[in-house]
């Protein structure tokens, strides 16, 4: 997320805003991205400092990581509150996708209006395609509960073959112990299991051209950096499909390859038979976006339409 909002505040240029800054001319104007894991030691104190925050000046926001079931009974009470005093103190509000919309609307607040942005893709130079000398099958992006390495790994190991599991990242602050489950359960099944670290973007640009299978399978998601970091790299990769990736597969121009977590084996199996199949042609690279210099235009048009 810091990472996406430093992307749009340098596409928005010095006078423009990302974290907690605004246009230049208007200091008391701010726009925040906001997840409640970032901005307090609990959902109610991430809510009470945007109020304090809006109490002191005009607040904008881009939701992330926004509640649903997947949070627990307990967990999903606490952050739609914490969501809905958001939604209540911002000016206006920006989700990643229409299935954050939804999601939204049915646990924090029917009448929740936002505006839907989607995450950019920025697609690089195309290249040729690398073969590694492994076969490989690759999760890009940090490690935490829900993300899927762990149904990677399982379908991996169900097709007895010679393919191991990469993880293009390194754990999530805090989740060091579910890298070491991930290994112990990697090594429990006889499946190659590699966790590159951190890496800078032109390393990560370089392993997502390598890995022979690129695979999402979050069990809950409402918005994916890991996708557009795969398409930007000029793969199609194998995804679980869910609201939101069927979302983004008719966004992309059908530039991805759905499937089901009970045939994500055998998806990966036949993408493995037929590595091709991961690339894409010009004319689906064509049908990506918006990029970076869109998303940024949508924004300013959100701003015009927020009552400062």
């Known amino acids: ?28 104007r701010r726009h925040l991205h906001f997840t409640d894991r970032l901005f307090g030691a609990d959902p109610g104190a991430a809510a009470t400092a945007v109020e304090q925050l809006a109490s002191g000046g005009t607040v904008s926001v881009t939701l992330h990581d926004v509640p649903q079931p997947s949070d627990g009974d307990e967990g999903l009470r606490l952050r739609s509150d914490a969501y809905r005093r958001v939604i209540d103190a911002a000016a206006g509000v920006v989700v990643n996708s229409e299935h954050e919309l939804r999601l939204l609307r ?9 505006a839907v942005i989607p995450l950019p893709v920025d697609p690089h130079p195309a290249g040729e395609p690398v073969r590694g000398a492994e076969l490989t099958v690759g999760v890009l992006g940090f490690v935490y509960p829900g993300k899927g390495h762990d149904r990677v790994i399982r379908a991996v190991a169900a097709l007895a073959g010679s393919a191991g599991v990469e993880v293009l990242g390194r754990a999530s602050a805090g989740h060091e112990r579910d890298l070491a489950a991930l290994e112990s ?13 951190y890496l800078s973007d032109d390393e990560l640009l370089a392993r997502s051209r390598q890995t022979t299978v690129p695979v999402i399978a979050h069990e809950h998601v409402s918005a994916s950096g890991s996708l557009a970091s795969w398409l930007s790299a000029g793969r199609r990769p194998v995804v679980v499909s869910s609201p939101y990736m069927q979302e983004m597969a008719e966004l992309h121009g059908g530039s991805l390859t759905l499937t089901t977590a009970d045939e994500l084996p055998a998806a990966i199996a036949a993408a493995l038979d037929d590595p091709s199949s991961t690339w894409l042609d010009d004319d689906a690279r064509g049908r990506l976006g918006p990029d970076t210099g869109r998303v940024a235009a949508l924004y300013r048009e959100f701003w015009r339409g927020v009552a400062w």
């Not at 090594?187 to 190659?192: I, R």
């Open 106 to 114: 049915r646990h924090t607040s029917r009448a929740a209006r936002a």
């Open 1 to 28: 997320m810091t990472r996406y909002a430093q992307q749009l505040a340098d596409a928005l240029g010095a006078s423009e805003s990302g974290i907690g800054a605004a246009p230049a001319a208007h200091p008391h």
């Open 185 to 197: 359960l990697a090594a429990s099944l006889g499946v190659g299991f590699v966790v590159t670290g």
